[in-house]
């Protein structure tokens, strides 16, 4: 059983700035990719980054890219999202997930294990 831990939400004016973090514990040696998804009050959840954690490639949603970077530690089973010139529409519950596969990675089926949760709320 695998354990995911967010933290680092938090609200922040619009253009600033926050970083997330995700630790995993539990049995993570079948983890190939961790990812990060998020929620909007009323709309579906939705991919928004991952990173494959043996060669460290990365992918991004369009409507994070340039602003938002993610990175792991390996050493420290931990996965961070720095999240910069935030917008009012990145107010969301940020999920991170795991994954055993490094195909699909914009798809939440191929996720297994997933946190619990952290709120971002950006104001304009």
């Known amino acids: 059983q695998v354990q995911l831990v967010e933290s680092g939400g938090g609200l922040v004016q619009a253009g600033g700035s926050l970083r997330l973090s995700c630790a995993a514990s539990?049995?993570?040696?079948?983890?190939?990719?961790m990812g990060w998804f998020r929620q909007a009050p009323g709309k579906e959840r939705e991919f928004v980054s991952a990173?494959?954690?043996?060669?460290?490639?990365?992918y991004y949603a369009d409507s994070v890219k340039g602003r938002f970077t993610i990175s792991r530690d390996n050493t420290k089973n931990t996965m961070w999202l720095q999240m910069n010139s935030l917008k009012p529409e990145d107010t969301a519950v940020y999920y991170c997930?795991?994954?055993?596969?490094?195909?699909?990675?914009?798809?939440?089926?191929?996720?297994?294990?997933w946190g619990q949760g952290t709120q971002v709320t950006v104001s304009s």
């Open positions: 990173i494959v954690w043996s060669s460290g490639d990365t």
């Open positions: 539990g049995r993570t040696f079948s983890s190939v990719t």
């Open positions: 997930a795991l994954s055993a596969s490094a195909y699909r990675l914009t798809m939440e089926e191929v996720y297994a294990s």
